[in-house]
């Protein structure tokens, strides 16, 4: 499937709409599949729901600027990167509109817990993915591979072209850096 994905992503580059169009077909399950997975522990109530964010970060893939797209790793990184900016939309949405509600939790590993009653919770990791992007790139990716894409350590491994004792360094390293920049921030 990745030597097909290639080709679609190279007909794409080249202006082919049905390509467009295959290429969210062939891909919808997966991208799918991983918004449900992140979106798992969230409130019953929620109004983004996995096709949703799935639907709305295709649009914002796609909708907008032309990309170039380099392979797979290149679009599971930019989707990676579109849901994330969906969900940190939502919580400054819901941040602005002073909901509360129950307490539902967003677990980034056992270390790291956000209470998506509290928006502001997740804006406070939006800003430190952001400075995790300035400091390790490449950490960042994973870890925008792993927490919002929801991929594993393998398919991460393969989205990058990283063996995979390496993502998982880098993962362990992001979560540890995360965990520091966010409990100094709450201090």
């Known amino acids: 499937m990745q030597g097909?994905?290639?080709?679609?992503?190279?007909?794409?580059n080249a202006g082919d709409k049905i390509a467009e169009d295959e290429l969210f077909k062939g891909l919808h399950h997966e991208l799918r599949r991983l918004a449900a997975g992140?979106?798992?522990?969230?409130?019953?109530?929620?109004?983004l729901q996995p096709t949703a964010l799935v639907n709305e970060a295709y649009?914002?893939?796609l909708g907008g600027q032309r990309v170039s797209w380099q392979n797979r790793?290149?679009?599971?990184?930019?989707?990676?990167?579109a849901m994330r900016h969906i969900l940190i939309d939502y919580a400054r949405a819901?941040?602005?509109?002073?909901?509360?509600?129950?307490v539902d939790f967003l677990q980034l590993e056992e270390?790291?817990?956000?209470?998506k009653g509290r928006p502001s919770e997740l804006l406070a990791l939006d800003d430190a993915l952001d400075?995790?992007?300035?400091?390790c790139p490449r950490v960042?990716?994973?870890?925008?591979?792993?927490?919002?894409?929801?991929?594993?350590?393998q398919e991460s491994a393969e989205v990058t072209g990283l063996s995979a004792r390496t993502v998982k360094r880098e993962w362990s390293f992001g979560r540890a850096w995360l965990r520091s920049e966010l409990t100094a921030a709450a201090d």
């Open 4 to 12: 097909e994905i290639s080709a679609l992503l190279s007909k794409v």
């Open 38 to 47: 992140y979106l798992w522990g969230d409130r019953r109530d929620h109004t």
């Open 59 to 61: 649009v914002k893939m």
């Open 73 to 81: 790793a290149h679009f599971f990184g930019v989707a990676a990167r």
């Open 94 to 102: 819901r941040k602005a509109e002073k909901r509360g509600g129950g």
């Open 111 to 115: 270390e790291l817990v956000f209470d």
């Open 131 to 135: 400075r995790l992007e300035q400091e």
């Open 140 to 153: 960042h990716q994973i870890v925008e591979l792993r927490f919002f894409a929801g991929l594993s350590i």
